[in-house]
C-alpha cells in the first residue's frame, strides 16, 4: 500500500503549483510544516494553509529545495509538551 511515497517537503522550499494563484503568481514558499503545510505566494505575499494531500496532487515542481536539516530541528511540534524548567 506504499505505491507512492510521502511527499517530502522541508522549510524553505519554493514549490510551482499547477493551479495559479489569482494574483497570477504560481511559486509558493513552504514556511510552515505539518498537517496543514503553510505557502506564501512569492508573488503577492497571500500566506495560505494547505492541506499536505492537497499540496501533493498540486505539486508540478520544486524550483527550489529548502533546509532539511532545519525542518527536521522543529518538526513535529510538541503542542503541550515539556517545557524547559
Ligand atoms: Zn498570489
Redesign the pocket.
Known sequence: MTERPALELFLGDVLRLRRP?????SEWLVDRLGADIGLR?S????HVLVERRTVERRLADFVSRGDATLSAAVGPQPDAGEKPS
Open positions: 494563484h489569482p494574483c497570477g503568481g505566494c508573488t503577492c505575499g497571500r
